[in-house]
C-alpha cells in the first residue's frame, strides 16, 4: 500500500447519513491528498494539504471536509451523503523532491444508496 | 474543468508492438507525472518529467514533454501483456502543490 492505509475498503451509506474515511501515512510526507475516480471521468481532486493546520480545495470539494491536525492523519469527512458520491476514494501521499511523485493508498469503495 | 484529457481513450495492440498515449493538461507546470492502474487498484507513479525537459527515459518508458503545447506523449516499447492496465498524466500546477489528472488511457496488450 506504498505506505498509505486507507479505511475502510468498502462502506455503504444511506442517502443523508455522515461518515470519515480514514487515510494514514508513515513517510512523514508533507502533501497529502484525497481524490475520487468515477468510471471514464479519471481522478479529481477533492481536497489536498500540505502540511499540518493547512488545507485547500481542490476541483470538487463540495460536500467534503478535511483536517490535518498531524502529518500522518488525513481524513475525509462526507457531511450529508448523497448519491452522486458513490465512488471510489483514494488517498495519496506525495514527494515531488528528486523525481518522486504520489502514492496511492488501495481506495475505499463507497455506495450511497 | 481542470482536468486534462488524454488520448485514445482506449488502445489494443499485440504483444513486441509499441504503445503511444497523449496528454493535455490546461495550464503552466512544474513538472508532469505518469501513473499506472492495474484494475481495481490504486495507483503506481511511472516517471516524473520537469517543465524544462523535453524528453525522459526510464527502461521501455520514453515520455515528452512540449510546454507550447501543453502536451506529453508516454511510448511503452516491445509492450507485454503485463502492461496491460489504465495510464493516467498528471499535472503538477506552477507554483502550487495541486497534482490534476488526465482522464486516462485503457491500454489491452493480446499475448
Known amino acids: 500500500n506504498a505506505g498509505v492505509t486507507q479505511t475502510p475498503k468498502f462502506q455503504v451509506l444511506k442517502t443523508g447519513q455522515s461518515m470519515t474515511l480514514q487515510c494514514a501515512q508513515d513517510?512523514?510526507?508533507?502533501?497529502m491528498s484525497w481524490y475520487r475516480q468515477d468510471p471514464g471521468m479519471g481522478l479529481r481532486l477533492i481536497h489536498y494539504?500540505?502540511?499540518?493546520?493547512?488545507?485547500d480545495q481542490g476541483e470538487v470539494p463540495n460536500g467534503y471536509n478535511v483536517s490535518r491536525s498531524t502529518t500522518e492523519d488525513f481524513p475525509l469527512r462526507l457531511l450529508s451523503a448523497a448519491p452522486s458520491q458513490t465512488s471510489v476514494y483514494f488517498c495519496?501521499?506525495?514527494?515531488?523532491?528528486?523525481?518522486?511523485?504520489?502514492?496511492f493508498g488501495q481506495g475505499t469503495r463507497l455506495t450511497v444508496v | 474543468s481542470q482536468q486534462g484529457e488524454e488520448d485514445p481513450q482506449a488502445l489494443s495492440i499485440q504483444e513486441g508492438e509499441n504503445a503511444t498515449m497523449n496528454c493535455s493538461y490546461k495550464?503552466?507546470?512544474?513538472?508532469l507525472q505518469w501513473y499506472r492502474q492495474n484494475s481495481g487498484r490504486g495507483l503506481v507513479h511511472l516517471i516524473l518529467?520537469?517543465?524544462?525537459?523535453r524528453e525522459k527515459h526510464s527502461g521501455r518508458l520514453r515520455v515528452t514533454l512540449d510546454t507550447s503545447k501543453k502536451s506529453s506523449s508516454l511510448l511503452i516499447t516491445a509492450s507485454r501483456a503485463a502492461d496491460t492496465a489504465s495510464y493516467f498524466c498528471?499535472?503538477?500546477?506552477?507554483?502550487?502543490?495541486?497534482?490534476?489528472f488526465g482522464t486516462g488511457t485503457r491500454l489491452q496488450v493480446f499475448p
Open positions: 518529467i520537469r517543465s524544462n525537459e
Open positions: 498528471a499535472s503538477q500546477y506552477y507554483n502550487t502543490d495541486k497534482l490534476i
Open positions: 513517510m512523514n510526507h508533507e502533501y
Open positions: 495519496a501521499r506525495s514527494y515531488f523532491q528528486g523525481g518522486g511523485g504520489a502514492f
Open positions: 494539504s500540505v502540511g499540518a493546520g493547512i488545507t
Open positions: 495550464t503552466s507546470i512544474n513538472n
